[in-house]
Nanobody, 115 residues
């Protein structure tokens, strides 16, 4: 019943910016945190950033200073603002919702950064 839908991916040049969004619906129970992951073909799914219930926002070292994770005031959408994008940021980006029950994943949105 829980659904996560990512949007905002696309094709950009190195140095450009994108803002990803993850809209959650049908949520039940208590939310522990929301997070962004990314996965390139043939590679493991890597953690990118997390926003916890108390507002903590840890980041992977690879995106620190360039990416910002946030939620809207209604707490129904999480964002990933990506600035100064690099070719190695190219991946499919996934939203994760952690609850006191199961974890949920979105379908992903593709980000491609060209040189």
């Amino acid at each position: 019943q829980v659904q996560l839908v990512e949007s905002g991916g696309g094709l950009v040049q190195a140095g450009g910016s994108l803002r990803l969004a993850c809209a959650a619906s049908g949520t039940i129970g208590i939310v522990n945190y929301m997070a962004w992951y990314r996965q390139a073909p043939g590679k493991p799914r890597d953690w990118v950033a997390t926003i916890t219930s108390d507002g903590s926002t840890p980041y992977s070292d690879s995106v620190k200073g360039r990416f910002t994770i946030s939620r809207d005031g209604a707490k129904n959408t999480v964002y990933l603002q990506m600035n100064n994008l690099k070719p190695w940021d190219t991946a499919r980006y996934y939203c994760k919702l952690s609850t006191t029950g199961p974890d949920y994943w979105g379908q992903g949105t593709q980000v491609t950064v060209t040189s």
